[in-house]
């Protein structure tokens, strides 16, 4: 009997499928998926790296609210994240703008790289000398070779 019921709970347990329970009253299923789409896309600006769906502090509620009676009105996503930017700054994008406050967020990742491949490529250079160097011999040395060995015989 327990693994027919813990059979069951399973089953239920992965069939489930949680969802935000807001009250906000659409006048559409497109604008309200257009709504939780866009509240998806803004960071919650109390949480570390939430959005305003999944954060569960008070004021991501307030902003989810906010954003859906901006949809509600008619407002376009643009002219919607523009308030969210100018209220809480760039930080509610999780693609900000390249600007010269995000040049270094955004050309880090690219002077790493480049920093890399050439250490990378100074490597292999200098690691290529020391090898010819202690492969190669000179006359002088193949003759002294040479010699050694015409001795040992």
């Known amino acids: 009997m327990k693994k027919i019921f813990s059979l069951l709970l399973l089953i239920f347990s992965i069939s489930a499928y949680a969802e935000m329970v ?26 570390q790296n939430q959005n305003l769906v999944e954060s569960n502090s008070p004021i991501a509620y307030d902003l989810r ?14 002219q919607i994240v523009d308030v ?4 809480f700054g760039n930080f509610v994008l999780y693609k900000p703008p390249f ?14 790289l480049i920093t890399a491949l050439g250490t990378m490529w100074r490597y292999i250079k200098k690691r290529e000398k020391t090898t010819v160097k202690t492969t190669a011999l000179s006359i002088e ?11 040992k015989q």
């Not at 609210?65 to 643009?78: A, L």
């Not at 406050?101 to 002077?111: E, H, Q, S």
């Open 22 to 47: 807001d009250t906000f009253q659409f006048k559409s299923v497109e604008e309200r998926t257009r709504a939780v789409a866009l509240a998806k896309s803004l960071r919650c600006p109390q949480c």
């Open 65 to 78: 609210i906010e954003v859906y009676k901006m949809v509600d009105e008619g407002k376009t996503n643009e």
């Open 84 to 87: 969210m930017t100018s209220r």
């Open 99 to 112: 600007q010269l406050t995000t040049a270094l967020l955004w050309g880090l990742p690219v002077l790493l």
């Open 141 to 151: 040395q193949k003759q002294q070779l040479a010699e050694l060995l015409e001795k």
